[in-house]
């Protein structure tokens, strides 16, 4: 039914590939994922089986959600077919390009949020968001952007008397997860709020706020919630409402934390008033600001 066209990129258990359907000429995504591959053969179909059943659930549920066309097995490889983005990822975009203006990057925050709130309204715990896994539909600057990668993904099972289990384990990428992640004392949902406020610190000022020059000195870090927003010079140009929505994104107590649909109704997404930062020349006496919001905006 496929033919395969250009390699799109790598991932650790896979490589993704152009698949061009016969009949139709319509091109997918296709992550191709081989049988005989040496890495932990177990682990890597318990991932590939998990990401089908988690997004035959998901799939297409909102505006901007993934979705699996098609999934199918031969001798030697397991294929997944999924919408084509053709605008790479948004670590990519950043690194070619740089950070986001802020009214570009509350568009993109925006519409993950919306998804968020749609997965966890299934249940449904991403646990490794990351700007590597957030797709660009199209190169454009205002592209739609998709999260992708469910592999790690997990349904909040109940508990007899009907509350809701968290979930255990260490898993996802360090820089993204949570405290309670690292602890091992269980968790949820408000993981996702966390790397949502990591990927929007790093699409603001094209860094996260708890990268360190060693490994363990970012978990102590990230164990204690350390952060602030240093340097200041970073961020003179963001506005007061964005650093807020960061800082609650990154409540130390999980409890704090917002939920998606919390974060939709922050000020920074929701207000139609375009935000405003000062321009540091003001302070020198310069009246002169500059708004945030791009065109597309």
């Given at each position: 039914?496929?033919?395969?066209?250009?390699?799109?990129g790598?991932?650790?258990?896979?490589?993704?590939?152009?698949?061009?359907?016969?009949?139709?000429?319509?091109?997918?995504a296709?992550?191709?994922?081989?049988?005989?591959?040496?890495i932990?053969k177990q682990r890597?179909?318990?991932?590939?089986?998990?990401?089908?059943d988690m997004l035959?659930r998901i799939?297409?549920?909102?505006?901007?959600?993934?979705?699996?066309s098609?999934?199918?097995?031969?001798?030697?490889?397991?294929?997944?077919?999924?919408?084509?983005?053709?605008?790479?990822?948004?670590?990519?975009?950043?690194?070619?390009q740089?950070?986001y203006?802020?009214?570009?990057?509350?568009?993109?925050?925006?519409?993950l949020?919306?998804?968020?709130?749609y997965?966890?309204?299934?249940?449904i715990?991403?646990?490794?968001?990351?700007?590597?896994?957030?797709?660009?539909r199209t190169?454009?600057s205002?592209?739609q952007?998709?999260?992708?990668?469910?592999?790690?993904?997990?349904e909040?099972?109940?508990?007899d008397?009907g509350?809701?289990?968290?979930?255990?384990?260490?898993h996802?990428?360090?820089?993204?997860?949570?405290?309670?992640?690292?602890s091992?004392?269980?968790?949820?949902?408000?993981?996702?709020?966390w790397?949502?406020?990591?990927?929007t610190?790093?699409?603001?000022?094209?860094?996260?706020?708890?990268?360190r020059k060693?490994k363990?000195?970012?978990?102590?870090?990230i164990?204690?919630?350390?952060?602030?927003?240093?340097?200041?010079?970073?961020?003179t140009?963001?506005s007061q409402?964005?650093?807020?929505?960061?800082?609650?994104?990154?409540?130390?107590?999980p409890?704090?934390r917002?939920?998606a649909e919390?974060?939709?109704?922050?000020?920074w997404?929701?207000?139609?008033?375009?935000?405003f930062?000062?321009d540091p020349?003001?302070?020198?006496?310069?009246?002169?600001?500059?708004?945030?919001?791009s065109?597309?905006t």
């Amino acid at each position: 039914q496929y033919r395969a066209g250009k390699t799109l990129g790598f991932g650790t258990y896979s490589i993704v590939k152009e698949m061009i359907h016969v009949k139709t000429g319509k091109v997918y995504a296709c992550k191709v994922s081989s049988r005989k591959s040496k890495i932990n053969k177990q682990r890597m179909k318990a991932m590939i089986l998990n990401e089908i059943d988690m997004l035959t659930r998901i799939s297409g549920g909102t505006e901007n959600m993934i979705i699996l066309s098609d999934y199918f097995e031969t001798s030697h490889n397991i294929y997944l077919c999924y919408d084509l983005c053709t605008g790479g990822d948004v670590f990519d975009r950043i690194c070619k390009q740089g950070s986001y203006i802020e009214g570009d990057a509350a568009v993109l925050v925006q519409s993950l949020c919306s998804d968020i709130a749609y997965i966890h309204s299934k249940g449904i715990v991403h646990r490794d968001l990351k700007p590597e896994n957030l797709l660009l539909r199209t190169p454009a600057s205002n592209s739609q952007v998709m999260i992708a990668d469910f592999g790690l993904a997990r349904e909040l099972g109940k508990d007899d008397d009907g509350k809701t289990c968290l979930l255990t384990g260490v898993h996802g990428t360090p820089l993204y997860m949570a405290p309670e992640m690292y602890s091992k004392t269980g968790y949820g949902k408000p993981v996702d709020i966390w790397a949502l406020g990591v990927i929007t610190h790093f699409i603001l000022v094209g860094r996260t706020p708890f990268k360190r020059k060693h490994k363990e000195a970012e978990r102590r870090v990230i164990l204690k919630g350390d952060f602030n927003f240093e340097p200041w010079k970073d961020w003179t140009h963001i506005s007061q409402t964005a650093q807020d929505f960061i800082r609650r994104c990154l409540a130390f107590d999980p409890n704090e934390r917002m939920t998606a649909e919390e974060c939709l109704e922050h000020e920074w997404l929701a207000s139609a008033t375009p935000r405003f930062a000062h321009d540091p020349a003001k302070r020198a006496g310069n009246s002169s600001s500059f708004p945030l919001f791009s065109a597309s905006t």
